[in-house]
Structure formats: structure tokens, C-alpha cells
Nanobody
Framework: QVQLVESGGGLVQAGGSLRLSCAAS????????LGWYRQAPGKQREPVAT???????NYADSVVGRFTISRDSAKNTVYLQMNSLKPEDTAVYYC????????????????WGRGTQVTVSS
């Protein structure tokens, strides 16, 4: 229905930076880009940086001051600027969005990207 494509992951040394991007495409639905999650090996997926309904931003305590989320709604794109990366930031990062028909905004469905690997070496 809606495809999300993440990019920008990779291998970086501790203290380095990466910028993740996620673009959504659809000719049918209205799309809200909601944020980023991550999943480390053996752990559950957790929110990293997300947008609230009023447009505010929420960050995991572990990334406050280091990560910044932004989005371009006209392009259905969300970004995650990650600075001062630490080995514990190593995970697969997933983009999250919701989509709906313009005529029925009360019926919304989630969409997830396939993930992009971020590896931070010590």
C-alpha cells in the first residue's frame, strides 16, 4: 500500500555522525511520517525519536541532545540526524508512518520500512 524506504545507515566510529532518511511514496493515500524506532540484537523495538499529534517531538532519554528528528511533509520524508554516536546506538533503525484515504481520516494504518543498519564501533 505504502512503501517506506530508509537510507543513510552504515558503519561509523564512536563519536561520529550519520543522517538517516526515510521517504514514503503513494499516489492514493495521505501519509504522516511519524518517526524512528530501533531494534538491537536480542532486544525489543523501541522508539528513538517521534512526532506527537500536535507536531512536537519526543526523544528516548538515551539520545536526547545527540539526535534530531525532522521531516518534510511535502516530500513525505523524515530524517534523523545522529551525532556523538555510541556503540550502544548500534541497531537496525526503522521508519514509521501512518496512512489513510483523504475521505476517511479516522481509519489509519501503520507502515514500516525494512530498516537500515547502524553500527557504531568503539
Amino acid at each position: 500500500q505504502v512503501q517506506l524506504v530508509e537510507s543513510g545507515g552504515g558503519l561509523v566510529q564512536a563519536g561520529g555522525s550519520l543522517r538517516l532518511s526515510c521517504a514514503a511514496s503513494s499516489t492514493t493515500f495521505v501519509i504522516n511520517m511519524l518517526g524512528w524506532y530501533r531494534q538491537a540484537p536480542g532486544k525489543q523495538r523501541e522508539p528513538v525519536a517521534t512526532f506527537s499529534r500536535n507536531g512536537g517531538t519526543n526523544y528516548a532519554d538515551s539520545v536526547v541532545g545527540r539526535f534530531t528528528i525532522s521531516r518534510d511533509s511535502a516530500k513525505n520524508t523524515v530524517y534523523l540526524q545522529m551525532n556523538s554516536l555510541k556503540p550502544e546506538d548500534t541497531a537496525v533503525y526503522y521508519c514509521n508512518a501512518e496512512y489513510y484515504y483523504k475521505e476517511t481520516p479516522q481509519f489509519r494504518s501503520p507502515a514500516w520500512g525494512r530498516g537500515t543498519q547502524v553500527t557504531v564501533s568503539s
